[in-house]
T-cell receptor, first 119, second 111 residues
Framework: SAVISQKPSRDICQRGTSLTIQCQVDSQVTMMFWYRQQPGQSLTLIATANQGSEATYESGFVIDKFPISRPNLTFSTLTVSNMSPEDSSIYLC????????????????FGPGTRLTVL | QKEVEQNSGPLSVPEGAIASLNCTYSDRVSQSFFWYRQYSGKSPELIMSIYSNGDKEDGRFTAQLNKASQYVSLLIRDSQPSDSATYLCAVKGSGANNLFFGTGTRLTVIP
């Protein structure tokens, strides 16, 4: 099944800076998603990363704050811009595929996550 | 607003007992239901998926779905200390791609 990796695994950043998180899959997948998990909370979907077009953002999340790229079917980036301490979270990418490249279609599989701390 | 609700726990059970985790959801057209396990500091790992009313068994895990009651549960038989984790219920609507997660139930299995 698909192997999902994320870089960096963790980072400590200063207020006002930006961080780009990379998600790499070892096979082409149909769908890629970005989630946020704030301390002690569950997962909240930030956006669906669309290959070759603008990401689809969920309510409460905007492109200026969380720009996303997906240049091909194996790679996506999420940038957390102009960071504040409230952005301290775990950021997770997930993949879903209908073409047999993951164990079950209609099911999301998660990368290892990026733990971000903003001072 | 799609809502998925779980008892946050903590739920403590002795080793060897059955752990019962419950989840309710608000969107009647939801079609797909998932249980993920998340160890502290790790990402969610798929345990079970269920799509039809009734029970689905996989090893020590049984998922139960009742669409009329908008209720899904996970039973863990012969609980082991290694089952200690947070269990997340997730729901997907018809034709939708994104998952809606509950807040998770923290399970502790006491040796």
């Amino acid at each position: 099944s698909a192997v999902i990796s994320q870089k960096p695994s963790r980072d400590i950043c200063q207020r006002g800076t930006s961080l780009t998180i990379q998600c790499q899959v070892d096979s082409q997948v149909t769908m890629m998603f970005w989630y946020r998990q704030q301390p002690g909370q569950s997962l909240t979907l930030i956006a669906t990363a669309n290959q070759g077009s603008e990401a689809t953002y969920e309510s409460g999340f905007v492109i200026d704050k969380f720009p996303i790229s997906r240049p091909n079917l194996t790679f996506s980036t999420l940038t957390v811009s102009n960071m504040s301490p409230e952005d301290s979270s775990i950021y997770l990418c997930s993949v879903e595929d209908q073409g047999g490249r993951v164990p079950r279609p209609d099911t999301q599989y998660f990368g290892p996550g990026t733990r971000l701390t903003v001072l | 607003q799609k809502e998925v609700e779980q008892n946050s726990g903590p739920l403590s059970v002795p080793e060897g007992a059955i752990a019962s985790l419950n989840c309710t959801y608000s969107d009647r057209v939801s079609q797909s239901f998932f249980w993920y396990r998340q160890y502290s500091g790790k990402s969610p790992e798929l345990i079970m998926s269920i799509y039809s009313n009734g029970d689905k068994e996989d090893g020590r895990f049984t998922a139960q779905l009742n669409k009329a009651s908008q209720y899904v549960s996970l039973l863990i038989r012969d609980s082991q200390p290694s089952d200690s984790a947070t269990y997340l219920c997730a729901v997907k609507g018809s034709g939708a791609n994104n998952l809606f997660f509950g807040t998770g139930t923290r399970l502790t299995v006491i040796p």
